[in-house]
């Protein structure tokens, strides 16, 4: 089993729409939790980075992280075609020398 | 200061034949990681340096791989007798040290290595 699993999708939504993303995990060391997104052949882009339990927010983005389920969450609002990427959650311990990724989710916003 | 850069972006090699990546990083950043990423997955960690020296290695580096990062600016990764199995997008990230290094550390474009 792998440290960290996230559905690989495709995850197809309206433009508007309201999308949830989501990451489970193994690993209770983990502290500090990341989302990337990456477009096709293209680097990850660091969205955003949530550090333990609890919400954060940037514009349409939001991650929340539920130790206690080791869960984690990436929602993302008013959906833009321009959102149609793979987003990889990410994560690691306040020690530790290396992200774990996930397998990536990869979401299309149609019109 | 752009970013992280990588070259070249595409490379194909015939199988057994060597090849290398380079990549520079943000210049004020002192830790430096290559990743690998195949298709449909996630990126593996391969190895990291923090500045000049190389802290460790992940056992998907086997000793056909090596990384070097001279006087700690950029680094560069070599593959030997490639093998088809090493077909990937290798990705490089650089950041800056202490715990809160790796929350913000930043990718490349990867080079994208196809052997035949």
């Known amino acids: 089993q792998k440290e960290v699993e996230q559905d690989p999708g495709p995850l197809s939504v309206p433009e508007g729409a309201i999308v949830s993303l989501n990451c489970t995990y193994s690993?209770?060391?983990?502290?500090?939790f990341m989302w990337y997104r990456q477009y096709s052949r293209k680097g990850p882009e660091l969205l955003m980075y949530?550090?333990?339990?609890g919400n954060k927010e940037d514009g349409r983005f939001t991650a929340q992280v539920d130790k206690s389920s080791k869960y984690i969450s990436l929602f993302i609002r008013d959906s833009q075609p321009s959102d149609s990427a793979t987003y990889l959650c990410a994560m690691t311990s306040g020690t530790a020398s290396k992200l774990t990724f996930g397998t990536g989710t990869r979401l299309q916003v149609t019109l | 200061d752009t970013g992280v850069s990588q070259n070249p972006r595409h490379k194909i090699t015939k199988r057994g034949q060597n090849v290398t990546f380079r990549c520079d990083p943000i210049?004020?950043?002192?830790?430096l990681y290559w990743y690998r990423q195949t298709l449909g997955q996630g990126p593996e960690f391969l190895t990291y340096?923090?500045?000049?020296?190389?802290?460790?290695k992940s056992r998907l580096l086997s000793d056909r791989f090596s990384a070097e990062r001279p006087k700690g600016s950029f680094s560069t990764l070599e593959i030997q007798r490639t093998e088809q199995g090493d077909s990937a997008m290798y990705l490089c990230?650089?950041?800056?040290?202490?715990?809160?290094?790796?929350?913000?550390?930043?990718f490349g474009q990867g080079t994208r290595l196809t052997v035949v």
């Open positions: 990230a650089s950041s800056l040290g202490g715990a809160r290094g790796l929350t913000e550390a930043f």
């Open positions: 340096f923090q500045n000049e020296a190389q802290l460790e």
């Open positions: 690993n209770s060391a983990f502290q500090y």
């Open positions: 949530t550090y333990s339990s």
């Open positions: 210049s004020e950043h002192n830790r």
